[in-house]
Structures are given as C-alpha cells and as structure tokens.
C-alpha cells in the first residue's frame, strides 16, 4: 500500500473520529462525559455543545481539505488541531482526573495525531515546487510561457 494512500485512510480516520466525539458530546453529553476522564463533569449542558461543536468544526475543515486534495494544509491543519488532545489531557489532569487516565485516552490521541500530520507533511514535502535556480534553461523559458 502507498504512503499517500496510508495517509488518506488516516486522514478520514481522523475527520470520522471528530464527527464520533463532536456529535457524541452533542447527543449524548452525559454519557460521553463519563469517558472523557473528568470526574464530576461540570453539570452544565453548555460545557458538552462547545465540545461537541469544537470537534465537529475541526472535522469539517479536515474533511473540506482532504476532498479538496490539499493534502499539505490538511498536514498543517492536523498538527495545529493536535492541541485539541493536548488541551484535553491537559483538563483531564488538572481538574480531578488522573496523569494516568489523561495520558491514555487523551495523551495517545495526540500522539496519533501528530504521527497522521507528520505522516501528510511528509508525504507532501516531495511535490513542492522546484526552485527556478534548480531548473533546466529549457524547463524555465516552459514555466515563463
């Protein structure tokens, strides 16, 4: 299998598991509240829609980039939203939860996170435009044209 079809599995993964969590917190506040590694969640139904529209608006912008074909941005647009399970962790840790359960759930979502966007940057470092100072005579007087 190619790397660029390794990263596209990868890529729907990370747009499907956005949408999973977005409209579970979303549908189900409580219940995803439970395995989100804060305990007691904050009883206040507002906390469970900015999760849920949070992960939802980063799985659109992920999904609109990769049917798109702009595999690159999509790269940069992954790492950027790795602080989303960074913060996450971060919450968990800070507000009654455990390192341990942080580190898990949340901490190995981000490092999957930044393995795809690494992956997608990676992928995508070998089509960049080639330098005019590295072409040809003839190649230059095509790409004036």
């Known amino acids: 299998m190619s790397h660029h079809r390794i990263d596209t599995v990868l890529a729907v993964l990370v747009v499907l598991a956005g949408f999973y ?3 579970s917190f979303l549908l189900d ?5 439970a395995g989100f590694g804060i305990d007691p969640w904050p009883q206040e139904p507002g906390y469970f ?3 849920g529209v949070r992960d939802i608006a980063y799985a659109l912008t992920a999904l609109i980039l990769l049917l798109l074909r702009h595999r690159r941005a999509l790269g940069w647009v992954v790492l950027a939203d790795a602080v989303i399970p960074i913060g996450d962790c971060i919450a968990v840790f800070t507000n009654g939860g455990t390192v341990a359960y942080a580190l898990t759930v949340h901490g190995s979502a981000a490092a999957l996170v930044l393995v795809v966007a690494a992956s997608l940057l990676w992928e995508t470092r070998k089509r960049e435009t080639p330098k005019a100072d ?7 007087e095509t790409l004036k044209r």
């Open 29 to 33: 506040g409580q219940g995803s509240a």
């Open 49 to 51: 829609v900015v999760k």
């Open 134 to 140: 590295t072409l040809k005579p003839q190649t230059l």
């Open 21 to 23: 969590f977005g409209l």
